[in-house]
């Protein structure tokens, strides 16, 4: 049986060409970038060449572009690296309610320091509230984050006019662009935003490497002390075959994007009009349109998320339900409560996310095998079914 992976918003395979670039930095061009040699230079050069690569595609000309572990770890250095190098100016930061665990656990982190955090709401459209955080913009405000594009839902969110209000009031703009990266285009100097955050798994690029782009005027601590790689911002050597690894596919995805944008789209919306259909008491959550091309986020009235994972893991689909437990008693979305999606239906939950990879044929097999297993799940655990305040099924 052929796995079909809808679930590219939590990894992605590396594509071929990526890893044909990575080869090379492995065994012949192994050489420690800090190191004095001529093999050095070149290793050291290939760095420096992803750097200016991915800063020319994201039109990062103010600022720099630092290499880090990963998408969580550009998050943490962004909110606390700012944090603890401005906390004389403020200890107020503002982000959504729907934010990543990488942004909000470092700003629950913060707390143990004397940061206070305003956690700004979304409406049922999944969008950010603006005025809302123009409202809890207070004189300590040193930091506002608020992501690109929802990793649940797909939903974009309007950072250009959150940056644009940020930077009026002298205020730092984070975005965390992991979903937002290779699915939109992204062009920093308009979107004026001072950090942002990428990550080369969701990419089609290797794990464990992500970027954090920082505008020149932000003063911002390391979190990682030893050499002075990445201008002194993230100590460590550099996982040359993994930076290079990103770049490329950056570059690959934009490259492709307008093609791939029309051709998911497509099997994404045949998805969701042939669940829609054919699952009663189903609906997709968050902004219809202004939500990533990939991405379709569904609530299943009367079934767990949890069960609805496992039943499709022996048809062999891969999904996600985005609740923010994977394992024991799973807690509601913290996305989906932000939206105002009633608890009881919140573990409901479905997550599918389409890729390069994705096929018609793979469509047609989630459309025909997920309302089967809906309908069996709530065949087996009836859940009492309370509608428009009826009970109208209790067994
Ligand atoms: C995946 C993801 C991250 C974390 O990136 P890693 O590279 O896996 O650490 C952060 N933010 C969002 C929105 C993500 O989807």
Redesign the pocket.
Same mark, same amino acid.
């Given at each position: 049986m052929r796995l079909i992976y809808p679930d590219y918003?939590?990894?992605t395979p590396i594509d071929q060409q990526v890893l044909e670039t990575m080869m090379p930095f492995f065994m012949e061009k192994f050489a420690n970038p800090s190191s004095q040699y001529s093999s050095a230079k070149e290793t050291r050069k290939a760095v420096e060449e992803s750097r200016t690569r991915i800063a020319e595609r994201l039109n990062a000309k103010n600022g720099n572009i630092i290499f880090t572990?990963?998408?969580?770890? $550009? +998050?943490n250095l962004a909110i606390k690296g700012v944090a603890f190098a401005n906390r004389d100016k403020g200890k107020h930061i503002i982000v959504s309610q729907i934010?990543?665990?990488?942004?909000l656990k470092p700003c629950k982190y913060l707390k143990n320091f004397g940061f206070k955090i305003t956690y700004v709401p979304v409406g049922h459209d999944g969008i950010v509230d603006v005025k809302a955080i123009k409202k809890a913009i207070k004189r300590n405000t040193i930091l506002i984050s608020v992501?690109? $594009? +929802?990793?649940v839902t797909g939903v974009i969110q309007p950072v250009e006019e959150i940056a644009r209000i940020a930077r009026k009031r002298g205020i730092y703009f984070h975005t965390?662009?992991?979903?937002a990266a290779g699915k939109m285009r992204i062009d920093i100097e308009r979107l004026g935003v001072d950090l942002l955050?990428i990550?080369?798994?969701?990419i089609y690029g290797p794990?464990?490497?992500?970027v954090l782009y920082i505008h020149k005027d932000v003063t911002i601590d390391s979190l990682i002390h030893s050499g002075g790689q990445e201008m002194k911002l993230r100590a460590g050597t550099e996982s040359v075959a993994s930076i290079v690894g990103l770049a490329k596919a950056l570059e690959i995805a934009l490259d492709n994007i307008d093609e791939e944008q029309e051709r998911a789209r497509k099997l994404r919306d045949t998805l969701e009009q042939g669940l829609l259909a054919s699952i009663p008491d189903c609906y997709v959550t968050g902004h219809r349109e202004r939500r990533l091309f990939n991405t379709s986020n569904l609530i299943i009235k009367y079934v767990e998320g949890e069960s609805l994972l496992a039943y499709l893991n022996f048809a062999g689909i891969c999904a996600s339900s985005g609740s923010a437990c994977a394992s024991g008693s799973p807690e509601p979305s913290h996305i989906m409560l932000a939206m105002g999606v009633p608890r009881e239906f919140a573990n409901g939950s479905l997550r599918l996310s389409l890729g390069k990879f994705t096929t018609e044929e793979d469509i047609y097999r989630v459309i025909k095998e997920l309302p089967e297993i809906v309908k069996k799940l709530r065949r087996l655990s009836p859940v009492e079914r309370v509608k428009d305040g009826l009970l109208l099924e209790t067994q």
């Amino acid at each position: 049986m052929r796995l079909i992976y809808p679930d590219y918003n939590a990894t992605t395979p590396i594509d071929q060409q990526v890893l044909e670039t990575m080869m090379p930095f492995f065994m012949e061009k192994f050489a420690n970038p800090s190191s004095q040699y001529s093999s050095a230079k070149e290793t050291r050069k290939a760095v420096e060449e992803s750097r200016t690569r991915i800063a020319e595609r994201l039109n990062a000309k103010n600022g720099n572009i630092i290499f880090t572990g990963g998408g969580t770890e $550009a +998050n943490n250095l962004a909110i606390k690296g700012v944090a603890f190098a401005n906390r004389d100016k403020g200890k107020h930061i503002i982000v959504s309610q729907i934010e990543h665990q990488a942004v909000l656990k470092p700003c629950k982190y913060l707390k143990n320091f004397g940061f206070k955090i305003t956690y700004v709401p979304v409406g049922h459209d999944g969008i950010v509230d603006v005025k809302a955080i123009k409202k809890a913009i207070k004189r300590n405000t040193i930091l506002i984050s608020v992501m690109y $594009a +929802n990793n649940v839902t797909g939903v974009i969110q309007p950072v250009e006019e959150i940056a644009r209000i940020a930077r009026k009031r002298g205020i730092y703009f984070h975005t965390d662009a992991v979903q937002a990266a290779g699915k939109m285009r992204i062009d920093i100097e308009r979107l004026g935003v001072d950090l942002l955050t990428i990550s080369g798994h969701k990419i089609y690029g290797p794990k464990g490497v992500g970027v954090l782009y920082i505008h020149k005027d932000v003063t911002i601590d390391s979190l990682i002390h030893s050499g002075g790689q990445e201008m002194k911002l993230r100590a460590g050597t550099e996982s040359v075959a993994s930076i290079v690894g990103l770049a490329k596919a950056l570059e690959i995805a934009l490259d492709n994007i307008d093609e791939e944008q029309e051709r998911a789209r497509k099997l994404r919306d045949t998805l969701e009009q042939g669940l829609l259909a054919s699952i009663p008491d189903c609906y997709v959550t968050g902004h219809r349109e202004r939500r990533l091309f990939n991405t379709s986020n569904l609530i299943i009235k009367y079934v767990e998320g949890e069960s609805l994972l496992a039943y499709l893991n022996f048809a062999g689909i891969c999904a996600s339900s985005g609740s923010a437990c994977a394992s024991g008693s799973p807690e509601p979305s913290h996305i989906m409560l932000a939206m105002g999606v009633p608890r009881e239906f919140a573990n409901g939950s479905l997550r599918l996310s389409l890729g390069k990879f994705t096929t018609e044929e793979d469509i047609y097999r989630v459309i025909k095998e997920l309302p089967e297993i809906v309908k069996k799940l709530r065949r087996l655990s009836p859940v009492e079914r309370v509608k428009d305040g009826l009970l109208l099924e209790t067994q």
